[in-house]
């Protein structure tokens, strides 16, 4: 009957959507785990670039013009950074494209000239999203500047780095999944969950970046992966009621015409 052909019907739109969903969180969580392991692994390797640059000779010199010659030549052969600097204790220096820099106020450098070997948050510079790490240089154990490194984070429109704090994002954001999702990242762990985002559902992954302490995050909103499923159950009762409407109409017309007097 129609009836029982809805009532399938929506079983099996049921049945899709949740195996379409299934499907996409293990894409999402398989997507954003590999690229948080390569941009660990990209960090990984920046550092050890660092650690090799940290003993070269004219970073103890006190001509800016040959640090600067010198880390242009290391940049474009290791292709590895955006750009590479050099700050002396006082958070002045140069980089790889010849900019005179004060970054003394700058929550990396700071830790640096202390003795740290730093990784920062992801932040925004003017040539897009990027990471920066530093070491500090010394001399006969002394600190006499650090050397640093910037890396892009070309990560597309739908993954995004997650490191701000948890008080600081409960007073943000209302969503309670949100919340313990945020949570889980800073702890380091691994995850999926749904939330609401403008009044609509957002799917999300996440995974965190080893070498730091941020994470990974994925998202794209459920009707963009769920609309083909809907779109295909409403063709579906479409012709379904299409080819009853057809069929009762034959089915009449043949038992009037069975009816019909000799």
Do not use: C
């Not at 379409?20 to 969580?29: A, R, T």
């Not at 910037?150 to 490191?163: K, M, T």
């Not at 992954?205 to 794209?220: E, F, H, M, Q």
């Amino acid at each position: 009957s129609f009836f029982s052909l809805v009532i399938l019907g929506g079983l099996s739109y049921r049945f899709a959507r949740a195996m379409v969903l299934e499907n996409i969180y293990k894409n999402m969580e398989s997507i954003t785990t590999n690229e948080a392991l390569h941009i660990g692994d990209w960090i990984d390797k920046g550092l050890y670039q660092l650690d090799g640059l940290e003993g070269a000779p004219v970073l103890r010199q006190d001509n800016l013009t040959e640090k600067m010659i010198f880390l242009q030549m290391v940049q474009k052969k290791t292709g590895h950074f955006r750009t590479l600097g050099y700050l002396d204790q006082e958070g002045n220096g140069t980089d790889s494209k010849g900019s005179a820099l004060h970054l003394s106020a700058a929550s990396w450098f700071k830790k640096a000239v202390q003795g740290e070997r730093v990784i920062s948050d992801p932040t925004v510079s003017p040539y897009g999203l990027e990471v920066v790490m530093a070491i500090p240089v010394k001399d006969n154990g002394q600190i006499t500047g650090i050397v640093f490194g910037g890396i892009a984070l070309d990560l597309g429109e739908r993954l995004l780095p997650v490191v701000e704090k948890v008080n600081v994002l409960k007073e943000k954001i209302a969503d309670q999944n949100l919340q313990k999702a945020f949570q889980a990242m800073l702890q380091g762990k691994s995850g999926s969950l749904k939330y609401q985002e403008k009044g609509n559902d957002i799917l999300a992954v996440y995974a965190p970046v080893p070498g730091t302490n941020w994470s990974l995050a994925a998202k794209v909103p459920e009707e963009e992966v769920t609309g083909q499923v809907r779109s295909l159950f409403t063709i579906t009762v479409v012709v379904t009621l299409i080819i009853l409407l057809f069929t009762g109409i034959f089915i009449a017309l043949y038992v009037r015409k069975m009816t019909i007097p000799l």
